[in-house]
Each structure stands twice: as C-alpha cells, then as structure tokens.
C-alpha cells in the first residue's frame, strides 16, 4: 500500500467516524427539554452525547490535515481554506458540547428553578452553534473541497457534484431556520441536509474500498 492509498483510507475513515455523532438527536432530547434542570433521572445520555461530538470534531480536523498535503498540489490556498474551515466547524461543535454539558453540571449541582433561564439559553445557545458549525460550515466544506476534488478528478466527479448540489439546498435551510422561517427540527431541515450527509457519506466510502484515481497529484 503505497502512502496516496494510505491517505485515501485513513480519510474515508475519518469521513466515516464523523457519522457517529447521528445518535445524538435522540440522546440531547432529554437534556434540551425546558425544565431538565429541576427534573430527575440520570444524565449518562448527554454525556454520551456529548463524548460523540467530541470525537466528531477530531474527526472533522483530521480529514482535512490528512488530504492537505495531496490537495495542496492542486490548489493550496483552497486547501488552506477547507482545514481552516474544518477547524472552524471543529470549534462550533465543541462549544455546542459545552454549553449542554454546563447544563447537566446545573443540574447535578441542584441549582433549581433559578437555574431554568440559564438553562434554556445554553440550549439556545447550543442551537445556534449547530447551525453555524454543523450546517453553515458544512455548505463551505463542500464547496471547497467539492473544487479540489472536481478539478483533480481524484475521485470522479459524480461525487463532488453531489456536494455541489447539496451546498445550496444546505445553506437555502440553514438562513431560513435563522431568520425564523423553518424550524430547526423540522422535517424541512432534515431532508435539506440528506444530499451533503450522502456526499460525505460516499467519499468517505470510495477513499476506503478504492482509495483515489490515478493522478500526476498521487504520483
């Protein structure tokens, strides 16, 4: 195995680790409820939760640091530009994690009803931060690395013209859950952000089974 298919398969691996965080829609339920912090019940979900985040957001940087040497010989302020925005995405989901996890140590800390508005807007807070790093981020995400990849042809190039589909529709939802339009559970989001997840999805699976084509950038 030569170093281009070594890249190739620990990046669709990483690819593939960043979808393990897809459980936390049911397991942040509890902990974004109104009146969590004066409830019961144990607290292992949104730790968990927030533990798979985490790894999401290591995983995030990594796909790109590990293609950066490759993709550079392409285009480098590109390929600058999706680690920073990978890192940037990293950033918003570890806060998101934080603002949650503040609001399990409200709780175990027995602040009680006094605590329920600081509760709420840690949660609010969390929301946006999920827009901003795990729906904004992700349109630039794809566009910039969707370029890299279209221009290269290191994969071919149904796969970047996915996420070039998907990036638009993406960002289409993520302005109107900000300004109110939608709301940020709805069903309308949810299939907004199918194209991207498949994108995502199918790179990471092509750079696993079949690593990237033959190219003067893997020579």
């Known amino acids: ?19 393990v965080s897809i459980p936390t829609l049911a397991l942040y339920g509890p902990v974004r409820g109104r009146n969590y912090v004066t409830g019961d019940g144990p607290d292992t979900a949104a730790i968990v939760g927030g533990v798979l985040e985490v790894v999401v957001a290591f995983a995030c ?11 550079k010989r392409q285009n480098e302020s590109v390929a600058l530009g999706f680690v920073g925005a990978r890192t940037l995405e990293a950033a918003a989901i570890v ?6 996890l503040t609001v399990v140590t ?9 605590a329920l508005v600081t509760g709420q807007a840690l949660v609010g807070l969390y929301d946006r931060l999920f827009l901003l790093g795990q729906s904004l981020m992700p349109t630039v995400n794809a566009l910039l690395l969707g370029t890299l990849l279209y221009r290269s042809r290191l994969v071919p190039r149904a796969l ?50 079949k690593g990237f084509k033959p190219s003067p950038l893997t020579a």
């Open 1 to 19: 195995m030569d170093s281009s298919r070594k890249t190739a398969l620990v990046a669709g691996l990483l690819y593939l680790l960043t979808f």
């Open 61 to 71: 940087v990594g796909t790109a640091v590990v293609l950066f040497p490759i993709l």
């Open 95 to 100: 806060a998101g994690v934080a603002c949650l």
């Open 106 to 114: 409200l709780r175990r800390a027995g602040a009680g009803a006094d």
């Open 160 to 209: 970047p013209v996915l996420g070039f589909i998907g990036a638009p529709i993406l960002l289409a939802a993520t302005i109107a859950t900000l300004t109110g339009a939608i709301e940020r559970d709805s069903a309308w989001t949810g299939l907004a952000a199918i194209p991207i997840a498949l994108w995502e999805l199918s790179l990471g699976i092509r750079l696993v089974a």
